[in-house]
């Protein structure tokens, strides 16, 4: 069955903190590690897309890394208008379907 | 503006009560999609569309029904509500299946 699975649920940092969230897959066929960044009330809002282990890419104060098994999204010396809920998924290939993780809720501290 | 546009926002009705929820995008996408967010288990697909007059079921398809006869739009319908289908919706596009999906602001369904 395909799976993912995120970790923590919820992270508390202070600004300036560096921390990583982890994101676990199990997927028939891998068409895409997707990120995802959602406040409060809105719709999720796209940060990056991983095809291949190996691959990193980086935005700010984000940077996503891929495996054959899990993802990563590092944050460097975070600052509080990261506070957001990050959500990662994975698109799977033969049915084109897209399956979340639940994700995390981070929180960072002035 | 690009943009993934739902209507309504909120929305409280009744068991057993015909509704739609719409959607349009302007973005020329060919891959829609319909998810519900409920909390502790995140996004789940409902349904998807690859493109004008093709939709296939995502992970928890009863209880709705879509079409896409137009490429532009993407409607959810919900033909007897039950209050379990209580929830938080969100359609999406995309360029194409297997790239990134572009969100609307969500509709917050209850049925009573």
């Known amino acids: 069955e395909d799976q993912v699975t995120q970790s923590p649920e919820a992270l508390r940092l202070q600004e300036g903190e560096s921390s990583s969230l982890n994101c676990s897959y199990t997927?028939?066929?891998?068409?895409?590690l997707f990120w995802y960044r959602q406040d409060p009330g809105k719709g999720p809002e796209f940060l990056f897309t991983?095809?291949?282990a190996g691959e990193e890419k980086e935005k700010e104060r984000l940077k996503a890394t891929l495996t054959k098994k899990e993802s990563f999204l590092h944050i460097t010396a975070p600052k509080p208008e990261d506070s957001a809920t990050y959500l990662c998924?994975?698109?799977?290939?033969?049915?084109?379907?897209?399956?979340f993780g639940t994700g995390t809720r981070l929180k960072v501290l002035a | 503006e690009a943009q993934v546009t739902q209507n309504p926002r909120y929305l409280i009705t009744v068991t057993g009560k015909k509704l739609t929820v719409t959607c349009s995008q302007n973005m020329n996408h060919e891959y829609m999609s319909w998810y519900r967010q409920d909390p502790g288990l995140g996004l789940r697909q409902i349904y998807y569309?690859?493109?004008?007059?093709?939709?296939d079921k995502g992970d928890v398809p009863e209880g709705y029904k879509v079409s896409r006869k137009e490429k532009r739009n993407f409607p959810l319908i919900l033909e007897s509500p039950s209050p379990n289908q209580t929830s938080l919706y969100f359609c999406?596009?995309?360029?194409?299946?297997?790239?990134?999906?572009?969100f609307g602001q969500g509709t917050r369904l209850t049925v009573v």
């Open positions: 999406a596009s995309n360029y194409r299946g297997g790239t990134e999906a572009f």
């Open positions: 991983l095809y291949s």
């Open positions: 569309s690859m493109n004008v007059e093709v939709t």
């Open positions: 997927v028939s066929g891998l068409r895409g």
């Open positions: 998924a994975a698109g799977t290939s033969g049915t084109y379907k897209y399956i």
